[in-house]
T-cell receptor, first 113, second 118 residues
């Protein structure tokens, strides 16, 4: 069974640009959540999608957005990039049945110059 | 809101020895899950062990076990017979239990870097 796939793995952008990250969950998983990992702030929850609907949202500005498609694949978008957006963005998938276990991808490393 | 605290930033242990990683949390919820996740240098986060708050019995997974003290809001991880492959960053995490729908919001601690010495 294929794991969680995130693309791209690495990317470099400049301030003011926008970026789109993609996540393909494990087959059969309907829940996809996104986390930002930085050395200073640690791991912070961005948002969660379940059956194409946003279920939870963390405390991030509106520049951070996401969506989920009918095949459960998810994308997150960050507009008007700032230096502080440099981070590892992790995607996690789960069945969404409330048992709690999340399966993480390897992440997308974003560097903003 | 929930908070998870891991006060030790780094630990080191000799191969084959036992090490305990500490974690405390704060919540007003009565039903929740607690987790330990491992993030090796390759970066992929892996679930080590999970504890359901309503279960009094401490969870165990092979060499990994937890000491869950609900009243004290403490959730430590014990790694027995440490191996070189255990070298990683370990995160303690909290998830509120919801009866319906999905909930994948994890609140993480800052993590602890564990080094296993040969």
């Amino acid at each position: 069974k294929a794991g969680v796939t995130q693309t791209p793995r690495y990317l470099i952008k400049t301030r003011g640009q926008q970026v789109t990250l993609s996540c393909s969950p494990i087959s059969g998983h309907r829940s996809v959540s996104w986390y930002q990992q930085t050395p200073g702030q640690g791991l912070q929850f961005l948002f969660e999608y379940f059956s194409e609907t946003q279920r939870n949202k963390g405390n991030f500005p509106g520049r951070f957005s996401g969506r989920q498609f009918s095949n459960s694949r998810s994308e997150m978008n960050v507009s008007t990039l700032e230096l502080g957006d440099s981070a590892l963005y992790l995607c996690a998938s789960s069945t969404g049945d409330g048992t709690g276990e999340l399966f993480f991808g390897e992440g997308s490393r974003l560097t903003v110059l | 809101a929930q908070t998870v605290t891991q006060s030790q930033p780094e630990m080191s242990v000799q191969e084959a020895e036992t090490v305990t990683l500490s974690c405390t949390y704060d919540t007003s919820e009565s039903n929740y899950y607690l987790f330990w996740y491992k993030q090796p240098p390759s970066r992929q986060m892996i679930l080590v062990i999970r504890q359901e708050a309503y279960k009094q019995q401490n969870a165990t997974e092979n060499r990994f076990s937890v000491n869950f003290q609900k009243a004290a809001k403490s959730f430590s991880l014990k790694i027995s017979d440490s191996q070189l492959g255990d070298t990683a960053m370990y995160f303690c995490a909290f998830m509120k239990h919801v009866r319906t729908g999905a909930n994948s919001k994890l609140t993480f601690g800052k993590g602890i870097t564990l080094s296993v010495r040969p």
